[in-house]
């Protein structure tokens, strides 16, 4: 089956600096992409939708300016994290729709960002 | 999107059928009704979908009343690797590929 790959799977950073988080579909194209936050024993919560070749849609509550997505190819979708704080430590969990089916989304293994 | 409503936890002894209800009383008529797994530290996975009746799969069947008010997963004879927190989402088909996560349910399979 289709699969979605986020790298890396855990990061720690000092607070102040910015953190990359890479979401690839590796075999199908994703014109959108999604982006989620999870805090320990919380429900996923929808951060940004991401578009390829255009600008993210954030939600609501959702700073852009510190948290960076870039969406410039079919098969890959960044997040930046910057100037993070102990606050923005959470699991990152990346999705994609799966191609011809309206039904399904593939998710990323995620990836656990601490901010020390 | 109608908000899914379902148990928070929920406990099962090996080999036994689980059966987990979401209620979704404000479904529109476009709406569909899928349920994902997740296992600690990892991100969700995509078990069943459904739209009406009943629909099996090789892991799970869904059942959708008449009504499409509620929807029950069930789970035949679970093993421990089931444990998990399982969650009842409703979205807008025809290529809406947002999904909305409510609390989800924790299962607990015991020995």
């Known amino acids: 089956g289709a699969v979605v790959s986020q790298h890396p799977s855990w990061v720690i950073c000092k607070s102040g600096t910015s953190v990359k988080i890479e979401c690839r579909s590796l075999?199908?194209?994703?014109?959108?992409m999604f982006w989620y936050r999870q805090f320990p024993k919380q429900s996923l919560m929808l951060m940004a939708t991401?578009?390829?070749?255009?600008?993210?849609?954030?939600e609501q509550g959702v700073e852009k300016d510190k948290f960076l997505i870039n969406h410039a190819s079919l098969t890959l979708s960044t997040l930046t994290v910057t100037s993070a704080h102990p606050e923005d430590s959470s699991f990152y969990i990346c999705?994609?729709?799966?191609?011809?089916?309206?039904?399904?989304?593939?998710f990323g293994q995620g990836t656990r960002l601490t901010v020390v | 999107l109608a908000k899914t409503t379902q148990p928070i936890s929920m406990d099962s002894y090996e080999g036994q059928e689980v059966n987990i209800t979401c209620s979704h009383n404000?479904?529109?008529?476009?709406?569909?009704i899928t349920w994902y797994q997740q296992f600690p530290s990892q991100g969700p996975r995509f078990i069943i979908q459904?739209?009406?009746t009943k629909v099996t799969n090789e892991v799970a069947s869904l059942f959708i009343p008449a009504d499409r008010k509620s929807s029950t997963l069930s789970l035949p004879r679970v093993s421990l690797s089931d444990t998990a927190v399982y969650y009842c989402?409703?979205?807008?088909?025809?290529?809406?590929?947002?999904?909305?996560f409510g609390k989800g349910t924790k299962l607990s399979v015991i020995p």
């Open positions: 999705s994609a729709p799966a191609t011809g089916r309206n039904t399904e989304a593939f």
């Open positions: 989402l409703v979205f807008r088909g025809a290529g809406s590929y947002q999904l909305t």
């Open positions: 459904g739209y009406k």
């Open positions: 075999d199908f194209q994703a014109t959108t």
């Open positions: 404000n479904i529109a008529t476009n709406d569909y």
């Open positions: 991401s578009n390829e070749g255009s600008k993210a849609t954030y």
